[in-house]
């Protein structure tokens, strides 16, 4: 990684740990041990699991932390040709951990057969760890990888193309094994996207305002390393009287810390402002996460 921060990426791996252990506990002690799924790849396994236990009345058992780990192995070779290095090294820190969780398989539930209360809980867990990785730039692996690099070439967010997906193993395991897992599975689906909207900055894209005394030399360093144009608008300072500019650029969440950082190099004591962003019109490049 260029321009290696050792305490950014000390507070990223930290998170990255923090936020996959959440995640995978939910899963462990409170949806799989009720037959309830969680989406991507851990639910394609869950659901695979199932039925190969249900078809050969349970003498063969597949390990879902072992299972998931290999279908993850060609998703992160598929990222790291297509995504960017640093999100896939921490997308693969973070399938190692969750796999490895995973391989431990509780034989009930925490809350026993309570199906309902399993799955808000568990769905609460995942919201909050995946919003922990999101926050952190990275994700737990999976179809996140897939759902990602078609949400940059297309322009479409990733919810949609997770909304299919998770729909389409919500409906196989609610046709095999009941109604009732798949409504339970659903309402944890829910409660996890209503928490990772509050743990999360829930938004694609935001916009930058930077006041700064500096403003031809951070515009032109801001025009050749990344892919947004840059507005520049004359300003005066208020309280000294001095010329300053402000400088406006609409950009994806992923690339704040990039920007911030090109400005504060130039000028450290620019003023940046950074706000959502519920649409854009117009032309607008997205770019690989980094």
Do not use: C
Not at 248 to 263: D, R, T
């Amino acid at each position: 990684m260029k321009n290696f921060n050792f305490k950014k990426e000390a507070k990223t791996l930290y998170q990255v740990i923090l936020g996959t252990a959440i995640s995978v506990l939910g899963i462990v002690f409170f949806l799989d041990p009720v037959g309830l799924y969680t989406g991507g790849v851990t639910g394609l396994s869950q659901l695979i699991i199932n039925v190969v236990s249900m078809v050969t009345g349970g003498s063969t058992l597949i390990n879902l932390g072992l299972l998931v780990f290999v279908f993850q192995i060609p998703l992160l070779i598929f990222g790291w040709k297509k995504l960017s290095k640093r999100f896939i090294i921490y997308t693969l820190i973070s399938s190692v951990i969750g796999s490895a969780i995973m391989v431990y398989k509780a034989p009930v539930s925490i809350l026993g057969n309570d199906l309902i209360t399993s799955g808000i809980i568990g769905g609460i867990l995942g919201g909050i760890g995946n919003g922990i990785l999101a926050n952190a730039g990275t994700s737990g692996g999976g179809t996140s990888i897939i759902f990602q690099y078609l949400s940059i070439k297309t322009g479409k967010s990733m919810g949609s193309y997770q909304i299919i997906f998770h729909g389409a193993i919500i409906l196989l395991a609610g046709i095999i094994f009941g109604l009732d897992i798949a409504i339970y599975t659903i309402v944890s689906q829910i409660m996890s996207s209503i928490v990772l909207d509050k743990v999360f900055t829930g938004y694609n894209f935001i916009k930058i305002e930077a006041i700064t005394e500096h403003g031809p030399e951070i515009a032109d360093v801001l025009k050749s390393r990344l892919p947004h144009g840059v507005t520049m608008i004359d300003a005066v300072g208020a309280y000294y009287g001095r010329e300053k500019k402000i400088l406006y650029a609409v950009i994806s969440v992923h690339e704040m810390q990039q920007y911030l950082k090109l400005i504060n190099d130039i000028d450290p004591n620019a003023f940046v402002v950074f706000a959502p962003v519920q649409n854009v019109k117009g032309k607008f490049t997205k770019k690989i996460i980094n």
